[in-house]
């Protein structure tokens, strides 16, 4: 079953933009991730963020989740055509986890130059 | 770095065909992993590997079944292909079953069944 859902599904920005995408969940998580996928390739990890965290930031991303609303964002400062590509999230559920993860089905993020 | 190579990129086969993906990681990771990626429903788990000759169930097992002889090899096995099984296929590893751990996945092996 599919855990979390992206929204928006598609996003066209201009360079030096900052790009948004949200991500909700549906059942409790030990913790969220955020993957990158460029055009017919693998998933490369972007950041993770733990259940008792709010916010963090790595390079040019910032994620926050809210374990309330069972939501998270994902944004992108300052973009580069080279962010394009699709973002998911990924959720640990708290329970019958095995490490595995359960994906979104992705924003698609075009950055034009 | 880690690296989890599967060992065919591209590949053509007709229904009712066995299909064998092949997967190797080299970092000795406990937890193998083999998904499913089609347009708009994101990527969908077909069976994990917790240890060597441990497996079990994912999201979309039918049609699907899998082997773990060594520690590095994960394989997915289409034992009749059918045309619905065409998709892309992800195969990924992490370091083991506890929470946290980042998934590592290969490039994909696109698999067309006509």
């Known amino acids: 079953s599919q855990q979390g859902e992206e929204d928006p599904q598609a996003l066209s920005i201009q360079e030096g933009e900052n790009a948004t995408m949200n991500c909700s969940y549906k059942?409790?998580?030990?913790?969220l991730q955020w993957y990158r996928q460029n055009s017919g390739r693998g998933l490369v990890h972007l950041i993770l963020?733990?259940?008792?965290?709010r916010e963090k930031h790595s390079g040019r991303l910032r994620v926050t989740l809210d374990t309330s609303k069972k939501s998270s964002s994902l944004l992108i400062t300052a973009s580069r055509a080279a962010d394009t590509a699709s973002y998911f999230c990924?959720?640990?559920?708290?329970?019958?986890?095995?490490?595995?993860?359960?994906f979104g089905a992705g924003t698609q993020v075009v950055v034009t130059p | 770095d880690v690296k989890v190579t599967q060992s065919s990129r591209y590949l053509v086969k007709r229904t009712g065909e066995k299909v064998f993906l092949e997967c190797v990681q080299d970092?000795?990771?406990?937890?193998m992993f083999w998904y499913r990626q089609d347009p708009g429903l994101g990527l969908r788990l077909i069976y994990f590997?917790?240890?060597?000759?441990?497996?079990e169930k994912g999201d979309i097992p039918e049609g699907y079944s899998v082997s773990r002889e060594k520690k590095e090899r994960f394989s997915l096995i289409l034992e009749s292909a059918s045309t619905n099984q065409t998709s892309m296929y992800l195969c990924?590893?992490?370091?083991?079953?506890?929470?946290?751990?980042?998934?590592?996945f290969g490039e994909g092996s696109w698999l067309t069944v006509v």
């Open positions: 990924a590893s992490s370091l083991d079953s506890f929470s946290g751990n980042t998934i590592y």
């Open positions: 059942t409790s998580i030990n913790n």
């Open positions: 963020i733990r259940s008792n965290e």
């Open positions: 990924a959720t640990d559920a708290q329970t019958d986890s095995w490490g595995k993860l359960q």
């Open positions: 970092m000795d990771h406990e937890n």
């Open positions: 590997s917790y240890d060597v000759k441990m497996k």
